[in-house]
Structures are given as C-alpha cells and as structure tokens.
C-alpha cells in the first residue's frame, strides 16, 4: 500500500506516548500512530454497524468508552501502586 507523507500538530503528551509505544515494540513511529489510527476508525465501524447512529454520534460514544478506559486504567495503577 502506497504511503502518504503528512504533517500533523499533536499534544506532547500524546506524542509521547506514541514514541514510548514505538520505542518498546521497536517500530517506528508513524507505524503506530497507522496502527492506533485504523483500531480507532474501526472501532467506529463497528459501532456503526451496531447502532442506528451517525458519524458524529459514533465518534463521540467511541470517545466516552475510551476515557472511561482510560479512568479505570489510571484508578488500577494507582490502587496497585499504593501497595
């Protein structure tokens, strides 16, 4: 598949995480921001393919389940951490 060359602005944060991810799986970068890009649109896909919603809906349900993730993940650590 041919490859596009693109600028994007990212948070630092994000783009940190990005290069830790790459960095431990020895890839590149641009290999795991191609990888995280296709598992979120197809995560859009399916809730689609699921739902009668639209795009927009879709996305933003897509968004919520994400940072709930996100929540319970940091709420682990830190509950392990405190051990």
Do not use: F, P
């Amino acid at each position: 598949m041919a490859k596009v060359k693109t600028t994007l602005s990212l948070d630092e944060r994000l783009m940190r995480q990005i290069r830790v991810r790459a960095a431990r799986t020895g890839r590149r970068d641009s290999d795991v921001m191609e990888e995280v890009l296709r598992e979120g649109l197809g995560a859009l896909d399916r809730i689609r393919a699921k739902t009668q919603l639209n795009d927009d809906e879709a996305l933003a349900l897509a968004s919520s389940v994400v940072h709930e993730v996100r929540k319970e993940r940091v709420a682990r650590k830190r509950s392990s951490g405190d051990r």
